[in-house]
């Protein structure tokens, strides 16, 4: 079998809510889905979600490749873009297709990606992830009201910015996620608005009230010693990792003792997410990928792997154009016996199902605000 090119398509999910964090947010959001698609001489394709960044440039890395040989194609993609670096956008490039030659490799031989991969079980562990600070009170608890009726047990809030806010409504997760246990877990998610001395004060202030498994990307995604000094200084672990692009970014963490909670974004692929998962494994530390909607071969790999902790699922559904063959139940996610990794691409869907904008909406989380790590008073006021 051999690679004989590939094909692109950009699906939208309908999130039919707000999204965003303490960065910014999308009112009734729409945001863009990029797919993959590898072909084969042999007619079996294989599906990734993820990105199109610098695709034509690492295609050569793959082209005329049994595509069977994917962890070594893995490679061979990073090395084909060694001068300028696989790091950044790149990555989601080097993932997408990545998880394009899994998925093939799983329907060539007959098997669901995650006993592909030495899976047991085909049930992950997962927790609600509103992507939610844009949502009033009513719409918080409907949302993880609903999740809790799968079974869920587990939730993260988007915060940083408005302590009494935050307070009330991670009562409002706890009551709703309360349905299914006595003591509910809960996580915060600054992302990366906080300088140390800032989250300390703040995530200490909220643990006088709140019981918190984690505190998720405080400081900067590259401050390996800030998230150590953190982690010394309140209860509650700290997560952090979804956007270092590559397991190479993880070794001054690991070195400094910090996360105590190993995170990866799920658009950076199969390899990618189990290459981590057994480094973050060698140091005794747990491993949860972030943004399963946005990948959900990542969910295989984590049957695969002794230190999966849980996975986040911001949705029940998917982009209009994509079925995954997953179920949400039991608090998590439930694979399919389908050869592959369960993701069917309706390329008609996809094209009549375009409208809104995306990602690239400047009130949206992916701006960086001015005064981000620099605000005095913490109290929802712009100042």
Same mark, same amino acid.
């Given at each position: 079998m051999k690679i004989t090119g590939y094909r692109t398509l950009t699906a939208q999910q309908h999130w039919r809510r707000s999204i965003g964090d303490a960065n910014g947010h999308i009112t009734e959001a729409v945001t863009e889905v990029p797919i993959v698609i590898i072909e084969t001489d042999e007619g079996v394709e294989g599906v990734g979600i993820g990105s199109h960044a610098d695709l034509a440039r690492l295609f050569p890395a793959i082209d005329g490749e049994d595509p069977r040989g994917v962890a070594a194609l893995f490679d061979r993609m990073l090395a084909q873009v060694f001068k300028s670096g696989h790091a950044g956008a790149t990555y989601g490039g080097v993932a997408t297709f990545d998880a394009a030659l899994w998925d093939l490799k799983a329907k060539a031989a007959g098997e669901p990606l995650w006993r592909l991969l030495g899976g047991r079980d085909r049930f992950v562990p997962g927790y609600a992830s509103g992507l939610d600070i844009a949502l009033g009170d009513d719409e918080l608890a409907a949302f993880y009201g609903e999740f809790a009726s799968r079974g869920f047990v587990a939730g993260k809030l988007k915060g940083g910015l408005d302590f009494d806010a935050d307070l009330r409504r991670l009562g409002i997760l706890a009551d709703a996620l309360g349905a299914n246990t006595s003591r509910p877990g809960l996580m915060f998610d600054a992302n990366e608005s906080w300088q140390v001395k800032q989250a300390v004060r703040y995530v200490s202030a909220l643990e006088e009230h709140v019981?918190?498994?984690?505190? &998720? %990307?405080?400081?900067? !995604?590259?401050?390996? %010693? =800030?998230?150590?000094?953190?982690?010394?200084?309140? !209860?509650a672990a700290v997560a952090t990792g %979804?956007?270092?692009? #590559?397991?190479?970014?993880?070794?001054?963490?690991?070195?400094?003792? @910090?996360?105590?909670?190993? *995170?990866?974004?799920?658009?950076? =692929?199969?390899?990618?997410?189990?290459?981590?998962?057994? @480094?973050?494994? @060698?140091?005794?530390?747990?491993?949860?990928?972030? #943004?399963?909607?946005?990948?959900?071969?990542?969910?295989?790999?984590?049957?695969?792997?002794?230190?999966?902790?849980?996975?986040?699922? *911001? @949705?029940?559904?998917?982009?209009?154009?994509?079925?995954?063959?997953? &179920?949400?139940?039991? #608090?998590?996610?439930v694979l399919s016996d389908e050869p592959g990794a369960g993701i069917r691409i309706d390329e008609v869907a996809i094209e009549g199902a375009r409208r809104g904008e995306g990602w690239a909406n400047p009130a949206g989380p992916h701006m960086r605000p001015v005064r981000a790590g620099l605000r005095v008073v913490l109290d929802g006021v712009e100042r």
């Open positions: 019981d918190l498994l984690w505190v &998720e %990307e405080p400081l900067r !995604r590259w401050d390996a %010693e =800030g998230h150590a000094r953190l982690s010394t200084a309140i !209860r %979804e956007n270092l692009t #590559g397991v190479d970014q993880f070794k001054p963490f690991f070195e400094a003792g @910090a996360p105590d909670v190993v *995170q990866a974004g799920a658009i950076w =692929g199969v390899s990618h997410m189990h290459r981590l998962a057994l @480094a973050a494994a @060698a140091r005794d530390l747990p491993i949860s990928p972030v #943004g399963y909607n946005a990948n959900p071969a990542v969910a295989h790999v984590m049957t695969a792997v002794p230190n999966h902790l849980t996975t986040e699922v *911001q @949705a029940v559904e998917f982009a209009d154009g994509i079925d995954v063959d997953h &179920e949400f139940a039991d #608090g998590g996610i």
